[in-house]
């Protein structure tokens, strides 16, 4: 059974950072990409940033100005999501989603690309 499990999210002042971690069982983590992606109520999925398998080609979505660092640990089974200098268009409902046994190190911030997906963590941000 697949299980993605995402945890670290909270509330957090303005201008701070948080990480949030994926911890992924089933699937072969060295064949695997991982994407992050939030959604606010009303709003549709939106791909933040993606790492490849198996030592992590990165894709981030140009909005976040650098400001989001992806990585992975595949001895852990854990993938991370730093976020820095967090600002008040960041709260949301962060997910990981996983991609397995595909050709290739690429990754995609496209939603439909991917076939396993974790209950999400909340984002909240304090002005």
Same mark, same amino acid.
């Given at each position: 059974q697949v299980q993605l499990v995402e945890s670290g999210g909270g509330l957090v002042k303005s201008g701070d950072s948080l990480t949030l971690s994926c911890v992924i069982s089933g699937i072969p983590l060295d064949?695997?990409?991982?994407?992050?992606?939030?959604?606010?109520?009303?709003?549709?999925? #939106? @791909?933040?940033?993606?790492?490849?398998?198996? !030592?992590?080609?990165?894709?981030?979505r140009d909005s /976040? #100005? @650098?400001r989001f660092t992806i990585?992975?640990? !595949?001895?852990?089974?854990?993938?991370?999501?730093? /976020?820095?200098?967090?600002?008040?268009?960041?709260?949301?409902?962060?997910?990981?989603?996983?991609?397995?046994?595909?050709?290739?190190t690429y990754c995609s911030l496209r939603y439909l690309w991917y076939a396993y997906w974790g209950q999400g963590t909340h984002v909240n941000v304090s002005s």
């Amino acid at each position: 059974q697949v299980q993605l499990v995402e945890s670290g999210g909270g509330l957090v002042k303005s201008g701070d950072s948080l990480t949030l971690s994926c911890v992924i069982s089933g699937i072969p983590l060295d064949r695997t990409a991982v994407g992050w992606f939030r959604q606010v109520p009303g709003k549709g999925r #939106e @791909g933040v940033s993606c790492i490849g398998p198996p !030592n992590g080609t990165t894709s981030h979505r140009d909005s /976040i #100005e @650098g400001r989001f660092t992806i990585s992975r640990d !595949n001895a852990k089974n854990v993938f991370s999501l730093q /976020i820095n200098s967090l600002k008040t268009e960041d709260p949301a409902v962060y997910y990981c989603a996983a991609q397995t046994w595909y050709v290739g190190t690429y990754c995609s911030l496209r939603y439909l690309w991917y076939a396993y997906w974790g209950q999400g963590t909340h984002v909240n941000v304090s002005s």
